[in-house]
T-cell receptor
Framework: GAGVSQSPSNKVTEKGKDVELRCDPI?????LYWYRQSLGQGLEFLIY????????KSGLPSDRFSAERTGGSVSTLTIQRTQQEDSAVYLC???????????FGEGSWLTVV | SQQGEEDPQALSIQEGENATMNCSYK?????LQWYRQNSGRGLVHLIL?????REKHSGRLRVTLDTSKKSSSLLITASRAADTASYFC??????????FGPGTRLSVLP
């Protein structure tokens, strides 16, 4: 696609439910990043993929968070047993390789009620 | 923390004035990038400056990098109301992922 595509754009879920957020990177981009941004705050790094492998998972805040990437393309971020503090914008970005310019999607707004 | 830190946290100027934002970081970097974010949605890439570069220009934007001081600055000249946004610097961390600072919120008043 022309840019990084994320879905859903907005998601409201009940506390305790699981959610899946999807990211479709720019075609040909091997590196994929997930960040989280709470209202009015900076970006919090979650996880980085190079191809299908995740050399850096250090930012995942708890074991309720997991992410996978298949076929070197689409990635899914899964949050299990959501909590209210999980409410944030989840931003996905991709690049042609580590250290190169990263391009962001519009994000997925998650609200846990 | 290895992240970049922007300052000021917030900046308010009149249209036509110049805006300068600074970013400091703690580790040696491969490159540093500046991004703009409108209304809490996706970030737009502005400029990438590599560690062996000292200054780059793009339209009304000028970025400088001082690796000895581990700092960078973003200058927006002749600011416009449309420049109102949050600006972030991102530093390449361990050669793999980018770490973002908390950002500078710029308000350009007409």
């Amino acid at each position: 696609g022309a840019g990084v595509s994320q879905s859903p754009s907005n998601k409201v879920t009940e506390k305790g439910k699981d959610v899946e957020l999807r990211c479709d990177p720019i075609s040909g981009h091997t590196a994929l990043y997930w960040y989280r941004q709470s209202l009015g705050q900076g970006l919090e790094f979650l996880i980085y993929f190079q191809g299908n492998s995740a050399p850096d998972k250090s930012g995942l805040p708890s074991d309720r968070f997991s992410a996978e990437r298949t076929g070197g393309s689409v990635s899914t971020l899964t949050i299990q047993r959501t909590q209210q503090e999980d409410s944030a914008v989840y931003l996905c970005a991709s690049s042609t390789g580590a250290g190169n310019t990263i391009y962001f999607g519009e994000g997925s707004w998650l609200t846990v009620v | 923390s290895q992240q970049g830190e922007e300052d000021p946290q917030a900046l308010s100027i009149q249209e036509g004035e110049n805006a300068t934002m600074n970013c400091s970081y703690k580790t040696s970097i491969n490159n540093l990038q500046w991004y703009r974010q409108n209304s809490g949605r996706g970030l737009v890439h502005l400029i990438l400056i590599r560690s062996n570069e000292r200054e780059k220009h793009s339209g009304r934007l000028r970025v400088t990098l001082d690796t000895s001081k581990k700092s960078s600055s973003l200058l927006i000249t002749a600011s416009r109301a449309a420049d109102t946004a949050s600006y972030f610097c991102a530093t390449l961390y361990y050669g793999q992922n980018f770490v973002f600072g908390p950002g500078t919120r710029l308000s350009v008043l007409p």
